[in-house]
């Protein structure tokens, strides 16, 4: 029997993917999509465990559906992904409004949780974490004109702060000629930007061989028809020489990279399992810019760290300013229970948020230098259509990405189509965001 089905996905783009996997497998098995939760059979909440502030959120949303569902709106509430695959049984015990839960090694069994859920079951679905990566169809739920690329599934580095190889599992790329399918099936429906995911990209393919293969996987895409291929995210130990020249030669491969870099402290680094010392990523850092003129890097930083004291901290603060990473997602540490870096000293949480807003204000400062930079400039931008609020057309640049980086607002006289690349001359900014107009 068909069903009626509402999906909400929470946290990273790898999790967008599961959700549109699943959503396809449903779309396949006879069930229907609902634009929103009012009216629908089952709920499926696909969640983030990766901080504690994640589950929050999480939690928030379950909430918010619990109370559709004491108003009889919605009927049941799937809760998958990492949440569930963190906390396991914790979840329908202390919200018991939820009917079913299923972890990271189960999107394949979408269809029969929901079909169990409506049987009155509460399926308790948790697979393999350390399988091969399932590969199947999506229904795209970004704009038209990007579509995120995902090349592989869990994590081998391992960092003392993060749980995401007990949630993820191991390290496994995607077969390339899988991935090299899907490629073209997005270019075939129209995508223009393709955004390559996994939680760390450059060591794809070292678990087949033990040689990274990440380099030979863009000369392929590069091949085929996209505009732009944006790259997310690139670790600082596994950049090699080939891979920045194959980043370097080919036009359509952005010149923004994201490198997670979290510290700058020698003593930091080797204790939260980070390969790799202030003096090599200084080394990639200015190789990087050599190689690749007007590069716009991205990086997340973390204070608070155990072992980070106030001269560690003010080492962090130079580094970001010498280096002027462009982007950086800033964050408090907050030592996730099952990680070795949750037993180690630290500042207390109040700090390591103290300390974050003198990092963003850092960040702030240089984006604004940057801005003051890029008046006068002529950038191509992937127009996103017209903005109400602003009464402007709104796009990105190569140094945008989509959700995590600002847009450039613009006038035209024309009326430019959504997922048109248009010319736009910066002429000022707002609010840290560029401003200008179309050049005809």
């Excluded at 984006?367 to 709104?394: A, P, T």
């Amino acid at each position: 029997m068909p069903y009626k089905l509402y999906f909400i996905s929470l946290g990273c783009a790898k999790n967008v993917v599961n959700c549109e996997q699943m959503m396809s497998l449903c779309q396949e098995a006879g069930h229907t999509l609902c634009p929103a939760p009012e009216g629908a059979d089952v709920v499926i909440i696909n969640t983030c465990g990766f901080l504690a502030s994640a589950s929050e959120e999480a939690i928030q949303n379950i909430l918010q559906m619990a109370q559709l569902k004491a108003e009889r709106k919605i009927k049941k509430i799937l809760v998958t992904g990492c949440m569930p695959q963190r906390y396991g049984e914790d979840v329908p015990v202390e919200l018991p409004e939820v009917d079913g839960i299923m972890g990271t090694g189960s999107y394949k069994d979408i269809v029969s949780a929901v079909e169990d859920i409506m049987a009155e079951k509460h399926p308790r679905y948790f697979g393999d974490i350390n399988a091969p990566v399932d590969e199947f169809g999506r229904v795209l739920t970004t704009p038209p004109w990007y579509a995120y690329l995902r090349i592989a599934e869990g994590c081998g580095n391992w960092c003392a702060f993060c749980i995401i190889p007990k949630l993820r599992g191991k390290y496994r790329s995607r077969p390339m000629d899988k991935v090299l399918a899907e490629a073209r099936d997005l270019a075939e429906r129209g995508v223009k930007e393709l955004i390559v995911v996994a939680q760390d990209i450059t060591r794809y393919g070292a678990d087949w061989d033990g040689e990274r293969h990440l380099a030979d996987l863009l000369e392929e895409l590069c091949k085929l028809d996209f505009h732009w291929i944006r790259l997310h995210y690139l670790y600082p130990d596994q950049m090699d020489d080939r891979l920045i020249e194959v980043i370097a030669r080919e036009p359509k491969i952005l010149k923004y990279l994201d490198i997670p870099l979290q510290h700058c402290n020698d003593a930091i680094l080797r204790r939260m399992n980070r390969r790799g010392d202030k003096a090599y990523l200084e080394d990639l850092l200015d190789r990087l810019r050599e190689r690749i003129p007007g590069l716009v890097l991205r990086t997340s930083l973390i204070t608070g760290l155990p072992g980070e004291d106030e001269d560690a901290f003010e080492e962090l603060c130079q580094f970001l300013w010498d280096q002027r990473m462009l982007r950086a997602g800033v964050f408090p540490y907050s030592p996730e229970e099952g990680t070795p870096a949750a037993e180690m000293e630290r500042v207390d949480t109040e700090e390591a948020v103290r300390r974050a807003e003198l990092v963003v204000d850092i960040q702030s400062r240089i984006m604004d230098e940057w801005n003051g930079e890029m008046q006068g400039q002529v950038l191509e931008v992937l127009c996103e259509g017209f903005d109400g609020q602003s009464m402007s057309y709104v796009g990105r640049s190569y140094a945008e990405s989509p959700d995590i980086d600002g847009r450039i607002y613009f006038t035209a006289e024309g009326e430019p189509e959504a997922g048109a690349f248009v010319q736009v001359r910066i002429t000022g900014a707002m609010d840290g965001e560029l401003t200008g107009e179309l050049v005809e």
